[in-house]
């Protein structure tokens, strides 16, 4: 069964730390996708790829990265870890037709930053 | 300045009852409307969904409805169950510019009384 898949579960790291979130699907999908959750903000779009070698800024990319080398990956960088980006991590993917609406999640990364 | 919005942050209904939760839009673009359904440490989870060109999607339980005049989508889940218990987001996907983004709503907590 195709699926996506984020490591690691679970983080702490310190303030300062570059650190790295992968997420990984099966589904063959070219628009991958990553977002934060935190309270009363509900999910906000931080970086998006349509394929291979494109990204793009969401909502609230300060201090975050992705690069798009094949289909199934895309890695999430935290640059400088700051306290304010500890938050739940969620990676999405979609296919790029127009009735083809879903996304698909995957299990998230709660990511601590001290 | 929030594109798509959930006013209700919670909500408590008896089992057997209907719920009905609410989202309210403000782009005239958005091409669908989707409910996902979120449990405690786990992605979001598609749930329904339905093209800007309806005003209904039924799914068993689960009904869509949207006014676009109003800007303004439910969900109704009739009978609600116990495990219905979790937090629904709201989304619209925005597809112009040849773009395919999702806005999120904030959340709605649903907990369905036994």
């Known amino acids: 069964d195709a699926e996506i898949t984020q490591s690691p579960r679970h983080k702490i790291t310190e303030t300062g730390r570059q650190v790295t979130l992968a997420c990984h699907q099966t589904?063959?999908?070219?628009?991958m996708f990553w977002y934060r959750q935190d309270l009363g903000h509900g999910l906000r779009l931080i970086h998006y790829?349509?394929?291979?070698?494109?990204?793009n800024k969401g909502e609230v990319s300060d201090g975050y990265s992705v690069s798009r080398s094949n289909t199934e990956d895309l890695p999430l960088t935290l640059e400088s870890a700051a306290s304010s980006q500890t938050s739940v991590y969620f990676c999405?993917?979609?296919?790029?037709?127009?009735?083809?609406?879903?996304?698909?999640f995957g299990p998230g990364t709660r990511l601590l930053v001290l | 300045d929030q594109q798509v919005k959930q006013n209700s942050p919670s909500l408590s209904v008896q089992e057997g009852r209907i719920s009905i939760l609410n989202c309210d839009y403000t782009?005239?673009?958005?091409?669908?409307f989707l409910w996902y359904k979120k449990y405690p440490a786990e992605g979001p989870t598609f749930l329904i969904s339905?093209?800007?060109?309806?005003d209904k999607n039924e799914d068993g339980r689960f009904t869509v409805f949207l006014n676009k005049s109003a800007k303004h989508l439910s969900l109704h889940i009739v009978p609600s169950q116990p495990g219905d218990s979790a937090v629904y987001f709201c989304?619209?996907?925005?597809?112009?510019?040849?773009?395919?983004?999702?806005?999120f709503g904030t959340g709605t907590r649903l907990k369905v009384l036994a």
């Open positions: 999405a993917s979609s296919e790029s037709r127009r009735n083809k609406e879903t996304q698909y």
């Open positions: 589904w063959n999908h070219n628009n």
């Open positions: 790829s349509y394929g291979v070698q494109d990204t």
């Open positions: 782009n005239s673009m958005f091409d669908y």
């Open positions: 339905i093209s800007s060109i309806k």
């Open positions: 989304a619209a996907r925005d597809t112009t510019s040849g773009t395919y983004k999702y806005i």
